[in-house]
């Protein structure tokens, strides 16, 4: 079982406001990903990081940002909140040599009103 | 840059009949290949990986193939059950531009009782 988790697993909130997704894996992964997916629609990277210190942007634009303090911490942050924001969020980690695949969280869906 | 289709992107079946899903990539330059099962509004579970080294994982009622030098896989799902509804996604672990995972546009199946 993986053992990489999101929270909060529901967020609606109000335009303007600062949120912060959280993403913690357990299993020492070096590798995590932030993707964005709307309703039925295709998963987009947004972020990716190699290790503690490491962060890149992924193939479609984002207004988020993210950290990669610690290992298993993989935050992603909106400092200003708008409505087309609204998505769902998931977090991936993988292993370096990525033999073992790649492990995703449950996912955050945000709404902003 | 590494293209993933999957056709069909959807597709609708009795219970009982064999089903098939496909993948293409356009680069065959790849760790390996994964397949993930995503439910409404749930995150990905990983149901099968192949190394680019092998050329099929089973699991189950599932099997997947590689053809990494055509650049297909296929995922075969035998038997198939209502339960077997959801959506259904390809993604390679590609070697070049930071190990990252590219997702196919996915396959929604809808197994009717």
């Known amino acids: 079982e993986a053992d990489i988790y999101q929270t909060p697993r529901y967020l609606v909130i109000g335009t303007g406001k600062k949120i912060t997704l959280e993403c913690s894996q357990t299993?020492?992964?070096?590798?995590m990903y932030w993707y964005q997916q709307d309703p039925g629609m295709e998963l987009h990277l947004i972020h990716y990081s190699y290790g503690v210190n490491s962060t890149e942007k992924g193939d479609l634009s984002s207004e988020s940002t993210v950290s990669r303090i610690r290992t298993e911490h993989f935050p992603l942050t909106l400092e200003s909140a708008r409505p087309s924001h609204t998505s769902q969020y998931l977090c991936?980690?993988?292993?370096?040599?990525?033999?073992?695949?790649?492990?995703f969280g449950q996912g955050t869906r945000l709404t902003v009103v | 840059k590494q293209e993933v289709t999957q056709i069909p992107a959807a597709l609708s079946v009795p219970e009982g009949e064999n089903l098939v899903l496909n993948c293409s990539f356009t680069?065959?330059?790849?760790?390996?290949l994964q397949w993930f099962r995503q439910d409404p509004g749930k995150g990905l579970t990983s149901l099968l990986l192949i190394q680019s080294s092998q050329r099929e994982q089973t699991s189950g009622r599932l099997n997947a193939s590689l053809d990494k030098s055509s650049g297909r896989s296929t995922l075969y799902i035998a038997a198939s059950q209502p339960g077997d509804s959801a959506t259904y996604l390809c993604?390679?672990?590609?070697?070049?531009?930071?190990?990252?995972?590219?997702f196919g546009g996915g396959t929604r199946v809808l197994v009717k009782p």
């Open positions: 991936a980690s993988s292993v370096g040599a990525v033999l073992s695949g790649a492990f």
């Open positions: 680069d065959s330059a790849i760790y390996n």
């Open positions: 993604a390679v672990h590609i070697k070049a531009a930071g190990n990252k995972l590219t």
């Open positions: 299993m020492g992964h070096d590798k």
